[in-house]
Each structure stands twice: as C-alpha cells, then as structure tokens.
C-alpha cells in the first residue's frame, strides 16, 4: 500500500482531494480569489529515529527443540522523502490542506544473537555483527489545518496541525545467518535473513512553513514537519511489533497559487 | 644378540617369566622392555635403540608404521614388528618413540634365541576348511588366513594360522597339525549382572539426517559419520549386523518428525556423540579407529549380551559394533558412561590396530598359590581332575587335571604340587581404559555430584546398579567378602588346567581362584575376571586425579577435579600411542608413567599419576 490500490479502487490521496474540494465548496461564506488553492510540490529528508529494537526467537534445523534468540537494534537514518501537497484558503487566514509523501531508507542493523548448540541443551553460541540493505518505506497522508501567521504579498509564514494516516512497509530481520563447524563451539556472524512486514496507522503531526512567493502565481516553500503514528507489525515469530512511524522531517518545494 | 636383550629388558617378574619350564619343548626366551625418558633411565633408551637398530639390520624386526605424535610437534611413533625368517611372532615387537630423530621411550616384548620352522605342513586352504570345522563357522571375510608365530600362554612358540571366523572369533591353529592353539573373542561386553530401574529421561538432542520423508539416527555434523540402528527388540536382526551386509541401512533407527521418543534410541545416539566429541577435544582422537570412520551402533537388542562392543572384521561395514541392549528389568542399558564404556573399547583396539597392525593381545600370567583350595567344604588340589560339563549340541564332557609346578617349575600331578593362579592382565587394561573413558566423558557432561545425570566414579548408577565404582572400589561385593580390588595382591586369580593338545600344552580357566589369601569358586565364568580386576588400574585413575589416601597406607596428591584432562591424557596417551599389543598391568604402569612424562616433564601431574600408579602396586 504506497498509495496505489488495484484497478477500480480510487486511491487514498485522490479521496482525501476528492473531500477537500467537498469541503471547501460546502465552506459557506468563501469568497473566490485568486490566490484560495495552492499547490506545492518538492522534497526533504525525514528522520527517523534509532528507537526501533527487538529482541526476536528463532528456528533453525541444528537447534533441535531449543530456539536462537537475536537482539535487532534498527539504526534509523535520514530518509529521502518527496511529495506534493494541494490546499485551500477557508478564511483569511485559515486553510486546509492535504499533503501526501514518501520517503524510502535504506537502514542498518546491530544484531546480536544466541545460538543454541547442535548437540547440547543449555548451551549457547554468541555471535554479533552489522547488516545493512534492509528497506523501510513510509508513505503518509496529512490533512492539516493551517493556521497563515503572516499573509504579506511576499512571505506567508504558517503553522499547522492535523490527523496523519501512515503506511509503513518495512524489511525486518526475522533469523540470523551464520557460519560454524564442527565441533561447533564457536559461531561466526554471516548476515541476517529479513521478511517486509507491512501495517498502517492513523496518527497525528505538526509543523509549520515559510513562502517566499517569487511572483504572483510561484513560491519558494520551507517546511518542518513532526508526524507520528504507532503501527502494529507482525513479527516473523508471529509475535507483534510496535514501531513510530514518521518523525521530524523537513522539505522544500515549489509552490504555485492560483 | 641376546646378551643385549637381557640388558635391556625389565627385571622379569614371576608373572612373566614362570612359564618357561613347563612344556617339553625349549623356551625361547621372552624380554620385556620399558625404557622410559625417565630421570636416569639414558643408558636403557641408548641399548633398547641400540637393539632396535642392530635387529633392523639382522630382519628380526620389520617396521610395520611409522607415525607423528597426535599431540607433541617433532615426535615421533614407530612399531616394529618382530619377524622370524619372514614370518611375524604375533604380538612380539618393540615401540619406539623418538624427538627429533633421537630416541625418547621403548616398549615392547621380543623373543630370543626364536628356532621355529616356519614352512606349515598344512596348506592355507586346508587351514581354512580345518578353522571352519572348529570353529562350526565360515570365514569372516574373504581374506587368506595369515601365517604367524604364536607365542602361547605357556610360553611356547607355535607355528600357526590365523583367521577370524563367523563365531566371532579368531581362530589360530597349528599350522602342522591343525591342533586349536588359540582363539581370541572379538566381543567385549559388559557382565551379565542385572541392573535396576530406568534411565534419566533427560533431554537429549538428536543429531539427524533429515531423508525428505523423515529422520534417521546418522549424525552427518560430526567428522566421523555415527550411525545408530534400531534392533527393536529382535535379537535376529542384531546377528545378522555382525557381518559385512548392506542391509544394515535398513536398520538404521527412524524417527518421522525428529521429536524422537525411543529412549533407548535417543540416549545411544546422543551419547555416541558425546564420547566422539570428548575424544575429539581432550585428546584430538578422531572417531573410533584414529581416522573418522564410520562408527556403528545399535540399539533396543535384548537382554542378551546387555552393552557389548565387537571388534573388526565384524559388525556390518567389517569396522566393528557397538550395541547396547537393557537390563533384566528392561531398562536401556545407554547411560553416557556404559555407551563411552563400550566405545572405548573400540578405541582401545582401534588404536592399537591403527599403529600395530594388532588389536590388544594382552598376557596371562599366574602366580603360584596352596596344593589345595576349599570352598564350601569342597576341595580341590593339585593331582585332581577338573571336570568342565556337557553342553547340550556344543561340548562334550571334559576332564584335565589342575595345572600345577613342583619346586622346579615343572608340570606335575603331585599332590604336593602348587596351583598356578592366572590373570588376564590384557582384558583387565582394557576394561579399565573403558571404565576410565565412561567416567572421563561423564565428567566432561554432567556437573559433578550425585544423582542421575550428575558426574561420578560409579559405573552404571544412572541405571540404578552400580557395578563398579572406580573411586572405591572395595566398596563393592562380587560376593559376600569379595569386593573389587584397589591393588595389586587383591587381584582375582582362577586356577586353571593343563590342556594337552598334540605335542603343545595350553591353560584353561576353571571357576575356582583366591582373592589374596581367599578361595572362592563362581557360579559364572566372570569372563576371567577381567571386569573386576580392572579396578586395580581405574582405581589408580581416580587416586591420580581427586588425590588421597590410598587402603594400603599410601597417601597421593591428586591433581583435583579442575585438572582432570591433565590425568586422562597421560593415560590415554599409554595405551594410544605408546603401549605395544601385547601389555601386563605392571608394563601399563609404566607406560602411562611414560606418558605423563612426555607430556608434563616430571611436574605435579606427573608425580600423582606416579604416586597413583605406586599406590595400587603398579
């Protein structure tokens, strides 16, 4: 689910513009001007944090009836995020808008693991090392509520806040690859296996911009951004997984009013 | 020739040496060499090395291997093989142990002033055909018998072929007259005496090899393949895996879904695989024969034979058999120590055959006891006949009369003669190096303490029966007033009788012996004794290792329980890669003295092994 549904199926982004011209239409009182829509489209980074770790079971066909054990510390890292946005002026100064982005990260993992023995119960080989290549790809829908601080001809300054819908897939480390030999009292680290887990969430985010319209029709944008949003994902012991989604981000873009 | 001999050689002991006059035949004359690295043993490495080269030279001795040290960069393992106008006197030859090109250690027997035809009146193929009729068995392979120059228990020597035969036994006969002269068992196994109650139910993991369609119990993980079969009980398809066949593969134990519920199955495998790895580890054996070959087992045979382990050229594959059977109350006789009990036996031979060329041969030697022993108020005395009864379809009745010397040394029916008392030092070392395995890799397992599952100097007790206890073993009764030995003098010694055959002379055990000073007759044969006698050496084992005073006074410091590898390498070193086929007990002590030198210098692991060995009279 990054924003795309089969044939037939309209996609979250172009309901949720669908509901904004609904609204806005529905706003009574709105006068037309010139200036009412904006469109913004342009790119950033989102942060995301170091704070997603687990500790995990695992199978494997020398352990016999015990099972591995593996601590995953995911690294987090800056994501490349891109996105467009469209909103609407509902009064002088308040607006609404949707805004739609992707980021993509390609992140690390510290994993350190316990390895039962082939021929002894109670008996553990530990291994620990570094893998990298594991995808986590975040696609979040926003509707905000912006509150126009400044409204000069030239600089708009703005806060805004609202719901966050985040669709998160994400590649994670489900068993420990490794290497050992007979008489196997040792173990060395050969890598990880990993599974894309996949869920969703609605949270919340805020954050605030500054447009330098260079005419009358485009702008220079600058935004911050925190978004958050607790998805639940299935663990590859079956087990569930909390991860926060979203985080700090922070854009530019071009913007165009009419 | 024989002058340098007879400098070298060991002081002979009587149990050596009082053979030589009994049959009407000349004696060669029999040495035995110990010529350690021990402080102010030089001059004796510098003859025996001086003997080896000049018999090189002279074809009396033929190198047969020549082998680096498992364990000690620079050294180095020859067996010279002692040969006689081309054919080898069997077990005869010295082992030599050299650093550096220069000579360390030599061990070993040779015979002088040899004067032995050696062209056999009977040809190969009638010695074949005459093996069979004896032995009511074909050959066991395909092999011509070998041709050799065996030394009896008496001291003589005989020309003789040899081969091993569907009986499991190997068969030597006069290669003149086709007269038996000896037979040697290829089955060592446990005393048939019952066990108690259940095994330890604890998990074990079960290295499988998964087929596609289930598990069978052949651990691939391991260097050496370990194969465990299931007999389920059938005692048929256990003898029908004592020869080489490809149904053994049929026969290996299955499991569909590798949560295996076969106790008997399970702790065999598991246990196989714990003695492979000890061996692996402390003293970088690899498998049973030195080379990772495949080891076989199997499990759930009956009660017959109880844990017994057969040697090569039996077992299906021709590289021996390990199986493992269960109590009189039907309990899996695979405890750790009863499963590395009997693969030590196969280690014991399959070392000795991988550096030899011969499996342990050992030696019988007696000590002259009374005219006459009491038991029960019956008596029997020199000049008596001994009767060995009828076995239905097997043997007729027998009768010989007691084997008895006069103050000369002769043979006599004198009533005022006196019995000889046998021993069978060879099968004694042999059970003692598997009771000290058993309970070196129950110690490398299991935490010490006690209990089951717990590490211990008891053998047996995770089946709840100790039948020995290698830390006390007066502790234990054979019988009421008999218990287990810790020393040389309390050794059980049978009285056996002189068996004419043709123009040789040969011993037979009766049931009738004394322990010290005490008579005492069996209701069994007690397989020579070999079982209970073997305490004397595992005793010294223990003493080496946890140290303390011994039952004669003699006080030993041990190495303590930290520092046991220490001890259980020097005394597998011994009988690995020192000891040569044909050992006594006293020569043993020796050797494994010898061992601890190699490998500690004359440091406190070699003074308590010394102490121990000195403790219980070796």
């Not at chain 2, 002081?11 to 035949?25: C, D, I, R, S």
């Amino acid at each position: 689910m990054r924003g795309t549904t089969s044939i037939g199926q309209p996609s979250q982004g172009v309901l949720a513009a669908s509901l904004l011209m609904l609204i806005s239409s529905a706003v009574p009182g709105l006068a037309q001007s010139e200036d009412r829509w904006t469109i913004s489209i342009g790119g950033g980074l989102l942060a995301v944090s170091e704070h997603s770790a687990e500790g995990l079971e695992f199978d494997h066909r020398l352990f016999g009836s015990e099972q591995g054990e593996f601590d995953v510390d995911y690294a987090g890292g800056d994501a490349a995020r891109h996105g467009f946005s469209v909103g609407v002026r509902l009064r002088k100064r308040l607006a609404l808008e949707l805004t739609q982005t992707e980021s993509s990260l390609t992140e690390n993992v510290d994993i350190a693991a316990r390895l039962p023995h082939p021929f002894f119960h109670d008996t553990y080989r530990t291994v620990d090392g570094n893998s990298g290549g594991l995808s986590r790809d975040e696609t979040a829908l926003h509707l905000s509520l912006k509150w126009l601080v400044r409204d000069g001809e030239k600089v708009q300054l703005g806060l805004f806040a609202g719901p966050s819908r985040i669709d998160l897939d994400y590649d994670r480390v489900s068993a420990v690859r490794f290497n050992q030999t007979y008489p196997f009292d040792v173990a060395s680290y050969a890598g990880v296996e990993h599974r894309t887990a996949s869920g969703d969430a609605i949270g919340f985010h805020v954050g605030a911009d500054v447009v330098r319209w260079l005419g009358k029709t485009i702008g220079l944008g600058l935004s911050i951004r925190f978004s958050e949003a607790e998805i639940d994902l299935d663990a590859a012991d079956g087990s569930t997984v909390s991860v926060n989604a979203g985080g700090p981000a922070a854009a530019a873009d071009l913007r165009f009013r009419f | 020739m024989r002058r340098i001999q007879a400098l070298v050689a060991l002081a002979a002991p009587v149990v050596f040496a009082g053979a030589a006059a009994l049959p009407a035949q000349p004696v060669p004359e029999r040495y035995t060499f110990a010529a350690t690295s021990a402080p102010g043993d030089a001059l004796r490495v510098i003859q025996a090395n001086a003997l080896v080269e000049e018999m090189i030279l002279t074809g009396e001795l033929a190198r047969v291997t020549v082998r680096p040290d498992r364990n000690l960069p620079g050294r180095v393992h020859e067996w010279f093989a002692q040969i006689h106008r081309g054919v080898p006197i069997h077990g005869a030859g010295l082992s030599r142990q050299s650093a550096d090109g220069l000579p360390v250690s030599v061990f070993g027997t040779t015979f002088a002033d040899v004067d032995i035809g050696v062209v056999p009146s009977l040809g190969s193929a009638a010695a074949l055909g005459r093996m069979e009729a004896l032995a009511g068995a074909e050959p066991a392979t395909d092999e011509p018998p070998d041709l050799v120059i065996l030394p009896t228990d008496l001291g003589e020597l005989v020309l003789a072929w040899s081969a091993p035969m569907q009986d499991l036994h190997t068969w030597f006969i006069d290669a003149d007259g086709g007269q038996p002269v000896h037979r040697q068992s290829h089955v060592y196994t446990e005393s048939a005496v019952g066990f108690g109650l259940g095994i330890t139910g604890a998990p074990q993991k079960v290295s499988a090899w998964n087929t596609g369609v289930g598990f069978q119990a052949w651990d691939r993980l391991r260097p050496a393949e370990i194969v465990t079969m299931d007999a389920k009980g059938e005692l048929i398809d256990r003898f029908s895996l004592f020869f080489p066949t490809p149904a053994w593969q049929d026969a290996v134990a299955w499991d569909d879904d590798n949560e295996w519920t076969n106790a008997s199955i399970t702790d065999a495998h598991a246990h196989l695989g714990m003695t492979y790895d000890y061996l692996a580890r402390v003293h970088n054996w690899a498998g049973i024969d030195g080379q990772d070959g495949r080891i076989l087992a199997i499990a759930n045979i009956d009660r017959y034979y109880n844990a017994s382990y057969l040697s090569p050229p039996f077992g299906p594959q021709g590289s021996g058999l390990m199986s493992f059977g269960e109590t009189s109350e039907g309990v899996p006789l695979v405890p750790v120590d009863v499963v590395a009990h009997e693969y030590q036996h196969g280690v014991t031979d399959g070392a000795m055959l991988a550096r030899t060329g011969l499996p342990v041969i050992g030696r019988q030697g007696f000590v002259l006891g009374p005219s006459h022993l009491t038991v029960d108020g019956e008596t029997i005395r020199c000049g008596d006949e001994h009767t060995f009864p009828a076995i239905p379809f097997l043997r007729e009745e027998e009768r010989h009369s007691y084997l008895c010397l006069d103050e000369t040394g002769s043979v006599t029916t004198s009533r005022d003669g006196r019995l000889t008392l046998w021993m069978y030092d060879g099968g004694s070392i042999h059970e003692a190096y598997s009771d000290i395995v058993g309970t070196a890799v129950e110690f490398s397992v299991h935490p010490p303490g006690e209990g089951l599952s717990r590490a211990d100097y008891l053998l047996g007790e995770d089946v709840e029966d100790t039948i020995r206890r290698i830390d006390s073993p007066r502790s234990l009764e054979i019988r009421p007033g008999f218990t287990l030995p810790d020393a040389i003098g309390q050794e059980f010694r049978f009285v056996t009788v002189h068996v004419r055959v043709g123009r040789l002379s040969f011993i037979r055990y009766t049931r009738w012996g004394t322990k010290g000073n005490r008579p005492f007759r069996l209701n069994s044969d007690g397989y020579n004794g070999v079982h209970w006698n073997s305490t004397i050496l595992s005793h010294a084992f223990y003493l080496a290792i946890e140290g303390g005073t011994h039952g004669s006074g003699a006080t030993v410091a041990g190495v303590g329980g930290a520092n046991r590898h220490l001890v259980e390498r020097a005394f597998l070193r011994g009988i690995i890669d020192l000891a040569p086929p044909s050992i006594t007990l006293p020569l043993m002590g020796l050797l494994i003295r010898q061992a601890a030198l190699d490998l500690y210098g004359t440091d406190a692991t070699f003074v308590a092994v010394h102490e121990a060995l000195t403790a219980v009279g070796l």
